[in-house]
């Protein structure tokens, strides 16, 4: 029955057609895997019959977009910060853009999560219900301190909920809703790249190691329990790579390498 359950899974076809990804299919027995564990622990069966099954091996692709420095700031100017909800999208994005947290996580924060004195923000119970402490930057606090001050105070309803990023009608985003929003503002920005906050998240990943910073530094940011998630991205910065590019290469200067040596080696025979 597990290995009919199994095969199933694998030609089952979505309604477009296409078959379901690696990822939801280890997704799926996953689920069925967990469920034997636990009858083994209560002694409701002897042995566990998904023990041998072979899982289907996980895709790691690439993220389809990142945004660049210039890119980025096009779509922070975008909120209309005269108005509290402007005001609340503008703190939400450079959020979004300075600390890379999931969608879920952002619409979760508390007010009493964001330590402005710190300039730090608590994510709390984040995927693998992990909690994990990590820096916002001066320019993120700045804007949610604003935003704290001059536009949450006429969002929040009474009794204040104490959620941080609040709707028009004083409630928690929907994180259906906020990937909407965000998405929106990338399209208008006229960047020409697909995404939403996850985008972000691949940003700031990306430059953070294109500026220099320790791949355990940045997983710590994003909240990843294995730094193999986290590897991802040293496959996506190239500031490393082209430099090792430009010296190495003969094609990569607009004069070959070969001809423009040959020649500093003849002048300097020359006298």
Avoid at 164 to 183: E, Q, V
Wanted: aromatic share 6%; glycine share 8%; charged share 25%.
């Amino acid at each position: 029955m597990l290995e009919s359950y199994q095969r199933s899974l694998y030609y089952k076809r979505k309604a477009d057609g296409k078959p379901l990804s690696f990822t939801t299919q280890a997704q799926r027995l996953g689920s069925v895997r967990s469920f034997f564990e636990w009858l083994v622990r209560a002694n409701r069966v002897l042995l566990d019959p998904t023990a041998t099954i072979e899982m289907p091996r996980e895709e790691h692709r690439l993220p389809r977009a990142v945004l660049s420095v210039a890119e980025a700031e096009r779509v922070l100017a975008l909120p209309d910060i005269s108005t509290p909800i402007g005001l609340r999208d503008r703190a939400m994005l450079e959020v979004l853009y300075a600390t890379g947290v999931r969608r879920a996580e952002l619409s979760g924060l508390a007010v009493f999560d964001l330590d402005i004195e710190r300039r730090a923000l608590m994510v709390r119970q984040g995927k693998g219900r992990k909690d994990r402490m990590i820096p916002t930057g001066e320019r993120a606090v700045t804007w949610c301190e604003r935003y704290l001050t001059d536009a949450r105070p006429k969002l929040a309803p009474e009794p204040d909920n104490g959620v941080l990023f609040l709707t028009a009608t004083g409630l928690k985003i929907h994180i259906d809703n906020l990937s909407r929003l965000i998405s929106s503002y990338v399209r208008r920005s006229g960047v020409g790249k697909p995404g939403s906050c996850h985008l972000f998240r691949h940003t700031m990943a990306t430059l953070m190691l294109e500026g220099g910073a320790d791949i355990r530094f940045v997983q710590q940011m994003l909240g990843h329990s294995n730094i193999s998630s986290t590897q991802l991205y040293t496959r996506v910065s190239l500031r490393a790579l082209e430099a090792v590019h430009s010296a190495t290469h003969p094609g990569a200067a607009n004069e070959p390498r070969r001809a423009r040596d040959g020649a500093e080696e003849g002048e300097a025979l020359h006298g």
